[in-house]
């Protein structure tokens, strides 16, 4: 299990930790971008905060009575789709699709924390109570399967112009990375999220 491990993390200095760092870059700046964006545009930002909130509420995250480890679950299976989804556009070498599906996501919690701020609210807390505590697991991960998407793309092309190339390398390599580092990360974020972040909110909310 070491050796795995060793392996991946040879694997993100040599081959992902590049473009890693620049859908980090996308994902937070969209983020910044959607906040100050929005802050002006009260009509807009009621309309995507509806959006946002009727989506959460059609995959079922706000039914009542709801538990944490069924939350847990589909929070689970929320992200781990959205991420193989992100992963599985690589097969397809333009680049484009993992790249607006990164900041799509980023820009989604620039708008949250953009009506958190016209409500009047601080949006320092529930940064540090609502999304540090998972996301330190989830934003990882999602960028990481971003990541895997350039690099199979990368092998794609590669393979295209030098038959040697060994793309089957490529598409083991980059599946390993997503079963053991993607899920296990998303795994976390999904029992924070569910179990510990609502106590953490809870515990603000009481001092």
């Keep these: 299990m070491i050796n795995l491990y060793q392996n991946e993390w040879r694997l993100f200095k040599e081959s992902y930790w590049k473009s890693f760092v620049v859908y980090f870059i996308l994902f937070v700046g969209s983020g910044i971008l959607s906040y100050f964006l929005f802050l002006g545009r009260e009509r807009e930002l009621t309309y995507f905060m509806e959006e946002i909130m009727n989506m959460f509420d059609d995959k079922g995250l706000f039914k009542p009575g709801i538990t944490s480890f069924t939350l847990a679950l589909l929070l689970l299976k929320n992200n781990a789709t959205a991420s193989f989804i992100i992963y599985v556009t690589g097969l397809f070498p333009i680049f484009i ?11 989604l919690i620039g708008i949250v924390f953009s009506a958190l701020k016209r409500s009047g609210e601080g949006i320092l807390l529930p940064l540090l109570t609502a999304i540090v ?22 092998g ?4 295209l112009m030098d038959s040697e190339f060994s793309l089957r390398t490529c598409l083991i390599n980059s599946l390993k990375t997503f079963l053991l580092v993607v899920l296990p990360l998303l795994v976390i974020a999904a029992v924070v999220e569910a179990f510990i972040t609502p106590a953490i909110i809870g515990m603000t909310v009481v001092y």
């Design 133 to 154: 505590p998972h996301g330190i697991f989830e934003i990882p991960a999602v960028v990481l399967s971003a990541s895997l998407s350039f690099y199979v793309s990368v």
């Design 97 to 107: 699709p993992a790249v607006l599906i990164i900041v799509a996501n980023g820009a």
């Design 156 to 159: 794609i092309i590669k393979k």
